[in-house]
């Protein structure tokens, strides 16, 4: 009896959509991480010959 009502709430769950909201931050923090992740190995990738071309960076925009 109680793994019938176990496999019940199971199907109930899995029909269940998923909420609008949570999908989109999850995309959101999903574009970040990767946005992150390019940053932080771009010489690796520059390397590798993933990323094609190396802009320098106004020094305008730099930190003293």
């Not at 899995?14 to 390019?38: C, E, K, N, R």
Request: proline share 6%.
């Amino acid at each position: 009896m109680h793994s019938l009502n176990r496999n019940r709430m199971q199907r109930r769950a899995a029909a269940t959509p998923a909420d609008p909201h949570l999908v989109y931050a999850v995309v959101a923090l999903l574009l970040v991480f990767g946005i992150l992740q390019v940053d932080i190995h771009r010489d690796a990738l520059l390397k590798l010959g993933v990323m094609i071309g190396h802009e320098q960076m106004d020094p305008r925009f730099l930190a003293p």
